[in-house]
């Protein structure tokens, strides 16, 4: 069990792509349920949050993962899948799904965070097979859709990112010949997690059965994070 932590707190590494409306769900959760446990959210590369959680700076972390992630105890929290994103006036928008043949018409933009392990090597396998008209890897989400938005080509990004800057002037099409399945990741140390990490990680599954189905027996749920969020002072920034 991890003892070096502090009994009032649990300490959280996210690296950017976690920061997401299921993650300030989950917190909400946290909040409303377990009070007296805050957590201690920091952003981290994802390379520093698996240090991390080995030499006891931080007791939980979120990030990209796949099947081949660190040997660490690991629940898979949301899942995903890699779609195109492309302008709103693309001529592509006539189609259902992209195929690799309607990459290879376009310059590919594809989203590869510097320190992501996941993302950057399966939107880079994109190019096998295809010969595009050129490509660009983009350390940012916001630079790719400023390039797709403009028009300069079509972009590579997990689904739920693309949809969810439908404002940037950018609009998603599946992407063929999947599956293109990526997943965010809870990790926890192999030596063991104390009870209160496991209680997080247990309201972590809670919010993800919830995002993937949420059924009117969720009622209870959202009830739970309307009051969490409506009542009471905000909390305490980490110092």
Known sequence: MNTSRRSSSLRLAASREALSPQLATLLALQRAEEPETPVLLVEAQSEDIFQGLKNGSYDLGIAWVDSTALPLDTQVLWQDELAVAMPCRSPLLAYSTITLEHLALQH????????CEVLTPRAGNFQHGIRPAGSTAMPSFALMAVFVAAGYGIGIAPRSSITQARKLGIVMRPLAGGPHDVGMGLFRPTNGADPASERF???AHRVAAFDLH????SHVLRGTLCRSRGAGSPPSPPR
Do not use: I, N, T
Request: proline content about 27%.
């Open 108 to 115: 590919l933009f594809y989203w590869c965070p510097p320190d």
């Open 201 to 203: 990680a247990m309201r």
């Open 214 to 217: 949420p059924a009117p027996s």
